[in-house]
Nanobody
Framework: QVQLVESGGGLVQAGGSLRLSCAAS????????MGWFRQAPGKEREFVAA????????YDVDAVKGRFTISRDNAKNTVSLQMNSLKPEDTAVYYC???????????????WGQGTQVTVSS
C-alpha cells in the first residue's frame, strides 16, 4: 500500500511559478513510477507528467513542455513538479499518482493522492 500526500498548490498570477511536492509513505518507493495528473472544472482528469522508478525517463504532454519539470528524490520518498510560466489554463486540481514498476510508464496508476488546487489568475 502506498499513501500519497500533495502540497504546494495555491494561487499565482499568470507567468508565475509553483512547485508541487508529493510525499509517499510505504515501502519500495524507488520501485514505483510516479506521475502528476490534473483535472480542471468540468473536464476529465488528464495526464501531465511522469517519471520512471529510476528517474532515468520522464514523460510530459505538449501543453506543459518547456514549462513543467518532474523530478524525484528516492532517498526522501518525494516527487516534485516544478511549474514555470503558468497560464490560466493550467488551473486545476493536481494529483500525484504512483504506478508499480520497475517498467516504463504505461497505463493507469495504482495509487492516487487527494489532490492540491492550483489557480492561475490572468
Amino acid at each position: 500500500q502506498v499513501q500519497l500526500v500533495e502540497s504546494g498548490g495555491g494561487l499565482v498570477q499568470a507567468g508565475g511559478s509553483l512547485r508541487l511536492s508529493c510525499a509517499a509513505s510505504g515501502r519500495a518507493f524507488s520501485l514505483f513510477n510516479m506521475g502528476w495528473f490534473r483535472q480542471a472544472p468540468g473536464k476529465e482528469r488528464e495526464f501531465v507528467a511522469a517519471i520512471t522508478w529510476s528517474g532515468a525517463t520522464t514523460y510530459d504532454v505538449d501543453a506543459v513542455k518547456g514549462r513543467f519539470t518532474i523530478s524525484r528524490d528516492n532517498a526522501k520518498n518525494t516527487v516534485s513538479l516544478q511549474m514555470n510560466s503558468l497560464k490560466p489554463e493550467d488551473t486545476a486540481v493536481y494529483y500525484c499518482a504512483a504506478q508499480r514498476g520497475p517498467r516504463p510508464w504505461s497505463g493507469e496508476p495504482d495509487y492516487w493522492g487527494q489532490g492540491t488546487q492550483v489557480t492561475v489568475s490572468s
